[in-house]
Every structure is written in structure tokens, then in C-alpha cells.
């Protein structure tokens, strides 16, 4: 029914942290890059441990009780508490997809934990609690670790290992504090990246509002001075038709001066009927369009004077946006520098700890 060995049933792969035991407040990473996690049942103990392997030694060996509880701290992140370890791990996991399928399989485990206890406690055949979880068990496999395969021995718990010499742990401490300013460096690095990214397009997004009020502001000069040159034509041809007839041949030397007065009088009899008839039904529509053609450029002028104003302001932001743009950008060169400096530093830790560990027996 059962294997003498341990079987894993399920794994996946987290960042693994462990509670600072001096502050119960800071969480102290296993290591950069993410670990193997996986649930083993052990069938001739008829218990489950959750287990992590982080080069020869287990990083988590933690033995699950029905009266533990996973807890999601955040879309990402869990943690639980193990009373016999005395401590607290944290997982950060690549999605919430992780994180739910870990915290779903720690339910069914803890719930199989319980059954196994009551069933032990009631002198019961121990059944293996494994098999209600088929449906969700991973085929049994070897866990790959950076160090190859055949690491299966390792899963048995290895707290009780030697620790190294002390300045092989101090070195191993100041890489893990290495790694971890690293991280930090690196997401700082990309929050400027994304800021500067959103400076970018806001730049683009004012250069096309721009260039679109310039359009705007083109037609509608283009539009005044239109309406400029039609009032100046309406004024031309009023002042060309109320110019008096040309007057026709006089009288000749030998008319009296009462047939010439009759003649004035005539002319200007005929003067008032042209004006009647020409001047006076013409004039009161001109002057009524030239009145709304001033009226539409002084609207347009008006018009021309806010945009041209909103012009004003649109580059006043495109040259505060250009600043900041700069701004972004020698921040980002700062970070990028420090990040190198960062870089080779723990690239020189690195290489102090490989020349110790070749040179320690």
C-alpha cells in the first residue's frame, strides 16, 4: 500500500523567506532566485512536510499539523507559522495562480493530517490520506535543483548539519545582504524605467495636442483674414455706388438763365430719383452685412486670441514635461551607475567566496 520512501505530490517554485528570529519583524530571503516547494507524504509515518532545497541544505523542513493556518498576505505572498521549527516562513510566488494553488493544496494537506490523527486516535486502520488527493498529485520526480539531479536524499531534514567556519558564514551573510540591495536596486531601477516610459508618452501625447492647436490656429487666421478682404470689398463697392451720375452736356451759350436754372432743377430731380431708386433699399443690407461681417471678426479675433493663449499654455506644459523628461532621465543614469557599482561589488563578494570555499578543506 505504501512506499518506504517519501513521494512528492505536488511542488512549485517561490521565493522562500524565513522570519528574522532576533526582530519577529523582518523577513530574511533563503536566496535570490526562486526554490523548488513541494508537499512530500511519508507514508510509514502517515504525515506530510513541506520541503525546500537550497544547495545541500533544507531550507524548509516543516512538518504539517491540523492546527496550522496559510495565510495570504497579499496577492503574491504567504506565510505560515511552525511552533516545532520556531519560526515563520514567507513564499512570494510569479502570480496569484501560484499562490492559490499552494494555499489550496496546504488546505487539503492540513485536512488529511487531521483524518490521519483522529483515525490514529481511534485506533483505527491508518488508511493513506494521500489517496484523496490523487486527483491533484504531480507524478512522483526527482526535484532539479541549480545543482543537478540526485538531490532526493537531501529531502530528509539536515538541521542538524555542522555549521561552516565563521568567516565562511560571515561571507554567506553578506552575499545574502548583496542579493538582496540587488533586488532592491533592480526594482527601482524599473519603477524609473516605467516612469520614465510614462513621461515619454505623456511628451507625445502634448506634441500632437500641439501641433493640433497650431492647425487650428492657421485656419482660423486663415478664416480672419478671409473676412478682412470681404469687408473691404463690400466698402469699395459702397463707396463706388453712391458716386453721383456723371453729368450730361450742358446748354449751349445761347440759352437763357431761366432754361438753365429749369435744367438744375431737372438734374436734380433726376439726382433724388436715382438715389430713391438705387442708394437708399441698397445701403440698409450692405451696412446690416458689413455690421455682422466686423461682428464675425471680432468673434474670430477673439477666438484667435484664446487659442492663441491655450498655444501659450500647451508649451509651457510641453517644456515643464521636457524638464521632467530630463529629469527622469539623469535620475535613471544615477541608478543605472549605482546599480553597476552594486554589480561589481557583489561580483568581487562572489569571487571571494568561491576562492574561500576552494581553498577550505
Known amino acids: 500500500m505504501s512506499t518506504a520512501r517519501e513521494q512528492p505530490i505536488f511542488s512549485t517554485r517561490a521565493h522562500v523567506f524565513q522570519i528574522d528570529p532576533t526582530t519577529k519583524r523582518n523577513w530574511i530571503p533563503a536566496g535570490k532566485h526562486a526554490l523548488t516547494v513541494s508537499y512530500f507524504y511519508d507514508a510509514t509515518r502517515n504525515v ?4 525546500s532545497i537550497g544547495g545541500a ?26 511552533s516545532r521549527a ?24 492540513k485536512e488529511a493530517a487531521r ?25 512522483p520526480s526527482p526535484l532539479v535543483s541549480a545543482n543537478g539531479p540526485g538531490e532526493e536524499k537531501l529531502f530528509r531534514s539536515q538541521s542538524a548539519d555542522a555549521p561552516g567556519p565563521t568567516e565562511r558564514e560571515r561571507l554567506k551573510k553578506m552575499l545574502s545582504e548583496g542579493s538582496v540591495g540587488e533586488v532592491q536596486w533592480e526594482a527601482e531601477f524599473f519603477a524609473l524605467q516605467d516612469s520614465n ?4 508618452g505623456a511628451l507625445r501625447e502634448a506634441n500632437a495636442a500641439a501641433a493640433q492647436w497650431r492647425q487650428q490656429l492657421e485656419a482660423q487666421r486663415a ?17 463706388s455706388e ?12 445761347g440759352q437763357s438763365l431761366e432754361q438753365l436754372e429749369a435744367l438744375v432743377q431737372t438734374k436734380d430731380q433726376e439726382i433724388q430719383t436715382l438715389k430713391s431708386q438705387t442708394g437708399g433699399p441698397r445701403e440698409a443690407p450692405e451696412a446690416a452685412e458689413r455690421e455682422e461681417t466686423q461682428q ?12 492663441e493663449h491655450q498655444l501659450r499654455v500647451m508649451e509651457r506644459s510641453l517644456e515643464e514635461a521636457r524638464a521632467e523628461r530630463e529629469r527622469a532621465r539623469a535620475e535613471v543614469g544615477r541608478a543605472a551607475q549605482l546599480l553597476d557599482v552594486r554589480l561589481f561589488e557583489l561580483s568581487e563578494l562572489r569571487e571571494g567566496l568561491a576562492r574561500l570555499a576552494e581553498a577550505a578543506p
Open 197 to 200: 516610459n510614462k513621461l515619454a
Open 57 to 82: 541544505k533544507a531550507i524548509i523542513n516543516s512538518t504539517v499539523t491540523p492546527n496550522m493556518t496559510f495565510t495570504k498576505t497579499s496577492q503574491k505572498f504567504g506565510q505560515w507559522a511552525d
Open 115 to 139: 483524518l490521519a490523527r483522529e483515525k490514529s486516535q481511534d485506533g483505527g486502520e491508518l488508511t493513506s490520506p494521500a489517496l484523496g488527493l490523487a486527483s491533484h498529485q504531480v507524478p
Open 48 to 51: 506530510y512536510r513541506i520541503i
Open 86 to 109: 520556531n519560526t515563520v516562513y514567507g513564499l512570494g510566488f510569479a502570480s496569484e495562480q501560484h499562490l492559490t494553488q499552494f494555499a489550496e493544496k496546504f488546505q487539503e494537506v
Open 242 to 253: 453712391v458716386t453721383p451720375a456723371s453729368e450730361k452736356e450742358g446748354p449751349g451759350q
Open 296 to 307: 464675425k471678426v471680432q468673434d474670430l479675433e477673439t477666438r484667435n486670441a484664446e487659442l
Open 223 to 239: 478664416e480672419a483674414e478671409r473676412l478682412r478682404q470681404r469687408v473691404a470689398e463690400l466698402e469699395a463697392q459702397a463707396a
